[in-house]
């Protein structure tokens, strides 16, 4: 069964700073506050390894990747 | 429609027709129903057992009951899937009653203590859960005495239950959202956690939770004792049942009364006498609802599926009907600035946001706004809607889209000509104090 990702984030740990959008703009623009409005759809490919790193950047861990099964 | 002032009937030996959860009110008395009274018709229940009650269960669905809350959620789909959970299982009976404009659950509290208890007990042999909390905002004394009172009758009488532990709630809205009550339940904070996992996968304790309203679970006493068939006798297909509903605003007679689903909007407002000078608008729901325009509510039923396609529905049933002098938009903008002011902090565009939406319509309200402050409450909205760790911050938005949809005409001329000469009036809808509250 093929996973795919879809990104999330958890609102509650989220402080706005931002970067996931400078570094994801793929899925991620920010509200007029300064927090991530996410693109539901999957991610695969190099918007996969963007995302990746979207999610390691994120200072309060906020951002997450997670897997959906099927496609 | 019967109000809660009119005498009940005596001891049935079928389900009352009509009122049903205000018949087990005691009216000569005005106080709480005795638990020897309560007896006469209802049994004790049966004590949860290591098995769930399929029986129960299979009832509950069968009468096609849902949740008397605010989400209408089917009940018996509910149980079934805590049942189903592994772990501890528990009962939490959601009394708080944030909602500025509902008193059917303080009522049910106050006046039938033991129509309430019954159905937390019955949910409980339904799911086989080994413990009860019943949460009561700290404020509530006449409800949480009518309770612990309740409970130490049952108590006296040697009626086997499992534990049912009061806990008390600080009185803010976000109290009654599943995952706060949870929260404050297991030691923290009344303030709302992120889900999954949601509290009928892991609640209380790490065990599977059935959070339930007050009045859902009256409803589900009354179906255990007198079946699906006897529940469905009223109400819609799709909504079976009778609700409770609390009228307030420009009524002749406030207070709770009891309809079958699925009655005349225009019915409930005449028999409850409107004031002469009729009404401007009808806010279903309350402050956590939608605004009906009278065209609509002149040919409204009370049932979800008539109302959704109008852009609003029952909620918690709170009815409140705004009299023609007030200012629909001054109304709005001090029931917005109320909710922003009862978030819980967490989520930056729930905080922001609400706060952002909240000034915008006393911008419009004032007469002070332009075409861009609408522009931007529209945006604010679509920015907002779903992005709050819970649903508290769309039923803000909610409110905000039926106000700017309703009274468009009032919108444009706000902006167009300054405030409406209603501004001069007192406000109609009351805003609980702003007392600072701490969060257990």
């Given at each position: 069964m093929a996973v795919s990702f879809r990104i999330r984030v958890d609102m509650i740990a989220c402080d706005g700073r931002g970067l996931c959008a400078d570094l994801l703009p793929e899925r991620i623009r920010l509200d007029d506050w300064g927090y991530p409005m996410i693109d539901p759809t999957s991610v695969s490919g190099v918007v996969l390894d963007h995302a990746r790193r979207a999610v390691a950047a994120c200072p309060v861990l906020a951002l997450k990747l997670e897997a959906v099964r099927g496609s | 429609m019967i109000a809660h002032e009119l005498p009940s009937s005596p001891p049935l030996s079928t389900g009352p027709s009509l009122p049903r959860l205000l018949s087990a009110l005691d009216e000569q008395s005005g106080g709480a129903t005795s638990l020897s009274a309560h007896r006469r018709t209802y049994p004790p229940p049966t004590p949860a057992r290591r098995q769930p009650a399929e029986s129960y269960i299979a009832a509950v669905e069968k009468a096609g009951l849902r949740g008397r809350g605010g989400a209408g959620f089917p009940t018996g789909r509910k149980l079934r899937t805590v049942s189903e959970g592994q772990g501890r299982r528990v009962v939490v009976v959601n009394g708080s009653e944030g909602e500025p404009a509902s008193a059917k659950d303080g009522l049910l509290l106050t006046r039938a203590p033991h129509l309430v208890l019954d159905g937390a007990l019955l949910a409980a042999a339904a799911i086989a859960a080994r413990e009860v909390f019943v949460g009561i905002e700290r404020g509530k004394v006449a409800a949480l005495r009518a309770i612990h009172h309740a409970i130490a009758e049952r108590v006296h009488a040697h009626e086997p239950m499992v534990p049912v532990r009061v806990v008390e709630l600080p009185e803010r809205y976000l109290s009654g959202e599943e995952s706060a009550l949870v929260h404050l339940i297991n030691g923290g904070e009344a303030k709302p956690t992120s889900t999954p996992p949601r509290p009928y996968q892991r609640g209380v304790g790490g065990g599977p939770t059935l959070i339930d309203n007050v009045e859902t679970l009256c409803h589900l006493a009354q179906i255990v004792q007198w079946g699906p068939a006897w529940f469905r006798?009223?109400?819609?297909?799709e909504e079976p049942g009778t609700m409770l509903l609390t009228l307030s605003g420009a009524v002749g007679r406030r207070g709770v009364c009891e309809i079958p689903i699925g009655m005349s909007l225009a019915t409930i407002l005449s028999s409850s006498r409107p004031n002469a000078g009729g009404i401007s608008a009808v806010l279903l729901g309350g402050y956590y609802g939608t605004w009906l325009s009278v065209a609509d509510a002149r040919v409204a039923t009370m049932d979800n599926a008539t109302l959704r396609r109008m852009g609003s529905g029952l909620g918690c049933g709170a009815v409140i009907a705004l009299p023609p002098h007030a200012c629909a938009l001054s109304e709005t903008a001090r029931v917005l600035t109320w909710l922003a002011g009862q978030t819980a902090g967490q989520c930056g565009p729930c905080v922001h946001g609400l706060a952002a939406i909240a000034g915008g319509m006393r911008e419009l309200a004032a007469g002070t706004a332009s075409l861009r402050t609408l522009e931007s409450l529209h945006r604010w909205g679509d920015q907002v809607e779903g992005r709050g760790a819970c649903s508290f911050p769309d039923g803000a938005v909610r409110l905000l889209r039926s106000a700017l949809k309703v009274f468009n005409n009032d919108v444009a001329r706000h902006i167009s000509h300054g405030p409406c000469s209603a501004a001069a009036h007192q406000p109609v809808l009351p805003i609980p104090s702003a007392n600072v509250v701490s969060w257990r």
């Open positions: - | 006798s009223q109400g819609t297909v």
